[in-house]
């Protein structure tokens, strides 16, 4: 490889062959797929996933549920900003809710943001 097709490389002009792949990966030590990225966009669908799922629980009123999912979500990725913004929040809200569920009358209704007292 000369320091011309590397250049290119840096530059985006041209692209490494896929020849070259494997041993540049193995110069670097890394594999392939971390070289290529591959972890990376795996790692960002999850990422969505976890968002959808989070914003499905949030819209159906399961609170608990989904602050177990953007716990487990954050545990997964706990340098990712946009989870933890979706856990933050939520941590506040089952606070909240706990606190007003010790002063109401007990009763056998599901937790929800429309349903905090019991009547």
Same mark, same amino acid.
């Given at each position: 490889?000369? =320091?011309?097709?590397?250049? /290119?490389?840096?530059? +985006?002009?041209?692209? $490494?062959?896929?020849?070259?792949? $494997?041993?540049?990966? @193995?110069?670097?030590?890394?594999?392939?797929?971390?070289?290529? +990225?591959? &972890?990376? %966009?795996?790692?960002?669908?999850?990422?969505?996933?976890?968002?959808? #799922?989070?914003?499905? *629980?949030?819209?159906?009123?399961?609170?608990? &549920? &989904?602050?177990? &999912?953007? /716990?487990?979500?954050?545990?997964?990725? =706990?340098? #990712? *900003?946009?989870?933890? +913004?979706?856990?933050? $929040?939520?941590?506040?809200? *089952?606070? %909240? *809710? /706990?606190? @007003?569920?010790?002063?109401?009358?007990?009763?056998?209704?599901? /937790?929800?943001?429309?349903?905090?007292?019991?009547?």
């Amino acid at each position: 490889m000369s =320091p011309q097709s590397i250049s /290119r490389w840096e530059r +985006g002009a041209n692209y $490494p062959d896929t020849e070259s792949i $494997p041993h540049i990966a @193995v110069y670097f030590k890394v594999t392939t797929d971390e070289l290529l +990225g591959t &972890e990376v %966009i795996a790692g960002e669908e999850q990422v969505k996933e976890y968002e959808q #799922n989070i914003w499905n *629980l949030y819209s159906s009123g399961k609170i608990d &549920e &989904e602050l177990d &999912e953007a /716990r487990k979500a954050t545990k997964d990725y =706990p340098t #990712n *900003l946009g989870l933890l +913004g979706l856990l933050a $929040p939520n941590q506040s809200v *089952l606070l %909240i *809710l /706990r606190m @007003v569920q010790d002063q109401a009358v007990p009763c056998n209704k599901k /937790r929800t943001m429309s349903n905090l007292h019991c009547s």
